[in-house]
């Protein structure tokens, strides 16, 4: 679900230092678009070789024949596997993350993991602003500002509607005080 902030309306009181802040949301799903499937490998167009494990693990890695290399011939791309101890999850790793790479080759940003990278980039972005918009609301809070709850706003825009005209109203109260401490002084 997504939130928009339509407005922020801030209003100013003559007698008061508070200020009373109001947001306005309107709140619009959106529905995820779908992945694309999955791009299938013809098994003729690959050469699966097992490789003797390395790295961390110890003598048992060394010795077993557990880590699947898969070349792709078109493409000339090599990826090697060895995640896990057993030889089938590496496999189909392995064929997996061929499968990624080629459609990360031919499609570019149209490709299932450049669509991954870019929803978890939009929901990281999106906490961002979540927690901007909280302290946002603490700082207001701080500063002596009230909210009346229907906010949630990082507040940036203030709309000018009837905005000015309160303010005029202070202002005309204020000079309308001042003029009656003249009077009183006068007497």
Known sequence: MLAQRLSRLALGFPNRS????????????????ALPPRRIIDETE?????LKGSGPGGQKINK????????????????KCQGTRSREQNRKDARRLL?????????????RTAIKVERKRTKKASADKK?????????DEKAGLQDDGESGGDGDEVVDDGHASV?????????????????????
């Open 18 to 33: 508070i200020r009373a802040c109001r947001t306005f949301h309107a709140a619009v799903r959106l529905e995820e678009k």
């Open 99 to 111: 499968g990624e790479r080629l459609e990360e080759l031919e499609k570019g940003d149209e490709s």
């Open 167 to 187: 303010a005029d109203g202070s202002l005309n109260a204020s000079r309308a005080a001042e003029n009656v401490r003249d009077s009183d002084d006068v007497k």
């Open 64 to 79: 077993t024949s557990s880590a699947v290399q898969l070349k792709h011939l078109p493409s000339g791309i090599v990826v």
């Open 46 to 50: 690959i050469t699966e070789s097992f």
């Open 131 to 139: 927690a901007r918009r909280k302290y946002k609301k603490l700082a």
